[in-house]
């Protein structure tokens, strides 16, 4: 009984984080909703979609840093919030990438026009930057022992590895990803979004600890801003120049070999 007393601040602290997280998804869903019933032309339709998605990526995705800094109660605790989040974010962003590295792929391989895919990624990077101010304000109001400001104007430098390893690590989850989700387009929606968390789970676990294998560089700069003004060459390196590579060398690739894109 007093080891579950001990526990329960805890088990409060990570349910209010989970309620804020899936507070966000819902308030994101509702606004969708009204964006496709109110909003007109393709353009503006376009960019509030992509804003609000990356917003809310971007949002849950602090929060995911956030409980994964804690003492899990169990090892395995942070890789199935994770997989569940990814599953979230399948089932409610469809029709968005919230990655430029998504719309590079899509405007190269003839999926999308130039103009709109910058639509796409100014609606990203305003949306990347506004949850992290969100955030900032959010946790200014201690609703968890773990919510403190002062978290927001720190520069928690993910990188364990020196930086060509890190470009590598950062590159190949890219192309991986993308990889996967250019071939899972024929899999059935449902599957498919089982498939895509399962592997974005993977992926954490095998290069979070070294990189924290982000493979976006949107969500990059929301969760390391700090870090960007203090080594921009190091972070923009790592985590936008890489996972492009990754998207080029897997469009260069598949050219060569058309087999593989089948």
């Not at 979004?193 to 969500?219: E, K």
């Amino acid at each position: 009984m007093t080891a579950l007393r001990g526990l329960w601040p805890e088990m409060q602290d990570t349910c209010t984080s989970l309620g804020l997280m899936l507070s966000i998804v819902l308030f994101t869903g509702l606004a969708r909703v009204v964006t496709r019933q109110q909003l007109n032309g393709p353009m503006a339709h376009a960019f509030v979609l992509e804003f609000l998605a990356t917003f809310q990526l971007c949002f849950c995705t602090h929060e995911l840093q956030l409980l994964s800094e804690q003492e899990p109660l169990h090892p395995t605790w942070p890789l199935t919030l994770i997989y569940f989040f990814s599953m979230v974010h399948g089932l409610t962003l469809v029709g968005t990438s919230s990655n430029p590295c998504g719309v590079m792929m899509q405007i190269m391989l003839g999926g999308m026009s130039a103009e709109t895919g910058a639509i796409r990624l100014l609606a990203q990077l305003i949306g990347a930057l506004c949850s992290r101010y969100c955030m900032s304000a959010l946790w200014s109001l201690g609703l968890t022992k773990y919510h403190v400001s002062e978290r927001s104007f720190a520069c928690r430098n993910p990188i364990q590895v020196d930086l060509p390893k890190a470009v590598i690590i950062e590159a190949v989850c890219s192309f991986i990803f993308h990889s996967a989700l250019l071939h899972f387009q024929e899999v059935r929606t449902k599957l498919r979004i089982h498939l895509l968390s399962a592997l974005i789970t993977f992926l954490v676990y095998a290069g979070g600890s070294l990189t924290g294998a982000v493979f976006n560089p949107t969500l990059a700069l929301s969760l390391h801003f700090k870090c960007f003004d203090e080594a921009f060459l190091q972070f923009f390196i790592v985590y936008w120049l890489s996972p492009s590579l990754g998207i080029l060398l897997m469009i260069v690739m598949f050219n060569f070999f058309p087999s593989m894109a089948v």
